[in-house]
């Protein structure tokens, strides 16, 4: 008899358009704190939080009792026609964490891919200009601007034109193109290489901001230098660029505080924000300098959808028992943890090119010969499929498919990462052997 899963998988190939990714072949009927359970009844260690979304966790009770409670009282009604007080708790408290300047504003979008279209719909009516910067490497999203922003070509095949105005730099990646500069050395060539781009490719003049990943997610947790970040800034403020920092992947608590922006001492002009800020449900934020949120035109923002209330009364319930549970302690321990381990496997596992990451951020790049130009999606998609089997669920990222990343729930006891990282160093040592 066939397995369910396996039954449910042959229904979902049959109704499903092939483009729809599937990562792992894995089906999931429930799932609490770091575990799920598959429509077989196996469980499984969750290292992938639905793609960062579950920090705080499968199903905390408080949001769930929020959501019951809020879905009983009122499911829509379209902020832009009748407001109602969750949508504006909820931007009083994001306000709060994350101030932009000396006031500040926030609106709510369905998603992180519309936080961006947001930012930059808001960034260019605020400076007058067209232009907007992104990075190699970077995801922004799948929408058409979205894609234009994104790197990875594999996400958009076939899917041109792409929005115009959309110029890409050289993502400041010191382990493949560092070329034995120091630090110092390597921010200050990057650094100019920004200013020559503002003179050779798109005239300062029409560049209306610059949107970064400071740790890019799908990109395959490339951390951007602090010193880089911190000259870029300088010379965008001179400049008049607005500065949008793309928070959806690295935001509460993943990398050990509130945002990854925190550790840079750099406050963006903009911020965008989804993922775990809903706890799973279809929520998302564009953050703001009031100076700049105020420049747009009434009526260009909004939607039928945006800021839901039952999506609402959820994020409000997370931030809470995030701040109960003191999310970023959490991270900061588990990021600990995930660090040594992965660099004490590096030195077991010549297939291991770079560990890297912040906070409970981190991956490691798998490349042939330790060469970072040599990467080996062959061996991640078969360390991939062995974790799998031996029940923990697990994801890649990189540009070439070939970084093993870690975006478990924060709430994950001792011994379930434990075993989980086991199950990653077993399967890995394993594999490489039998390629010796």
Known sequence: M???????????????????GMFTP???TSGRGAVITDADGKKYIDFAGGIGVLNAGHCPAPVVNAIVKQSKQLLHSCFSVAIYEPYVVLCEMLAEMFPHGKSTKVMLTN???EAVENAVKI?????????????????????????????????????????????????????????????????????????DYLHTTVDVSNVAAVILELVQGEGGFTVAPREFVQGLEKICRSKGILIIFDEVQTGFGRT??????????????????????????PIGAVIGSADVMDKTVK????????????????????????????????????????????????????????????????????VKNKDPHQPDPDLCKALLANCVKNG?????????????????????????????????RTELLQLTKRKR
């Open 392 to 424: 923990l669920l697990l994801i890649s990222a990189g540009v070439n498919s070939n970084v093993i990343r870690v975006l478990s729930p924060l709430v994950i006891s001792n011994a379930q990462l434990t075993k989980g990282l086991g199950i990653i």
């Open 299 to 366: 009526g260009t923002l909004g939607g039928t959808y945006p800021g839901n209330p039952v999506a609402c009364a959820a994020a409000i319930a997370t931030l809470r028992y995030m701040k109960t549970i003191d999310i970023n302690v959490k991270g900061e321990k588990i990021g600990a943890t995930v660090m040594k381990f992965f660099h004490k496997l590096q030195s077991e596992c010549d297939a291991i090119g770079d560990v890297r990451g912040l906070g409970a951020m981190v991956a490691f790049e798998l």
């Open 26 to 28: 894995v089906t999931i």
């Open 111 to 113: 998603s992180g891919v």
């Open 123 to 195: 960034a260019r009516q605020a400076t007058g200009r067209q232009g907007i910067i992104c990075f190699t490497g970077a995801f922004h999203g799948r929408t058409l601007l979205g894609m234009s922003l994104t790197s990875k070509t594999g996400y958009k095949v076939g899917s041109g034109p792409f929005a115009p105005e959309v110029y890409r730099i050289p993502f400041p990646d010191y382990y493949r193109t560092g070329e034995g500069l120091s630090m110092k050395d390597f921010v200050d060539r990057e650094l100019q290489a920004f200013e």
């Open 256 to 281: 050990g505080k509130w945002a990854a922006y925190e550790h840079y001492d750099v406050v963006p002009d903009l911020s965008t924000w989804a993922k775990s800020l809903g706890s799973g449900m």
């Open 2 to 20: 066939a397995r369910k899963s396996d039954q449910l998988i042959e229904r979902r190939n049959a109704i499903v358009p092939n483009g729809m």
